[in-house]
């Protein structure tokens, strides 16, 4: 079955989800799919598999409330985010770009929208941050170009307020004010606020909990878009 709807997932650990898989009720929808080794399957958390440590996203739960606004469709989501990398390792011509781009064209000919959660690498050095808006906007601006789709919607997420320089990250806020200002600047961009949102008290990624509502309020993003 190839799905109706689908969505890039791309980012650090927060995209691929360090939720603990114990700590939620699994979503188990049939309707909503992922794209693992060629194939379209039905979802399973955790959809990344970057890391051991991988478990509960955002994707899930973002899949779900798509589906409660629209009827008669299917979600796939196609998950290439990869923790610990910084935005540079997803700038056009490196090996993460080419790879999520190539993964992407396998999956579908028909993207709805790219997913994007990173930024807590680059929190923790000035230098990083002062390019963090270039950077993110050339990126943007090229996947659309890769894809032929120079509407595609693009959500976006503030880092957690926990990322700060107890947490080894003190430009976290910057990154966070970096990723909203965009929104005047990038068309068909949405920044999704994290407030209120907690940690697994490690203070760099969010819990389980926190997970799934971030997944709702990427999604109300999304739709406003889409509804544009």
Known sequence: M???HTFLLIGQSNMAGRGSISAEK???DLRILMFRNGDWIPAIEPLHQDRPEAGIGLAMSF???ILSHHSGISVGLIPCAVGATSISEWMPGTELYQRTINTTRKATDALQGILWHQG????SDRNRVNVYATRLSTLIQSIRAELR???LPFIAGELGKFINAASGFPYGDDISRILKSLV????NYACVSSLGLTDTGDGLHFNSRSLREFGKRYATEFLTLWNK
């Open 26 to 28: 699994p979503i188990i």
């Open 184 to 187: 005047k600047n990038v068309p």
């Open 149 to 151: 789709s120079p509407d």
């Open 120 to 123: 807590e690498y680059d929190a």
């Open 2 to 4: 190839h799905p109706t």
């Open 63 to 65: 899949a779900s409330v």
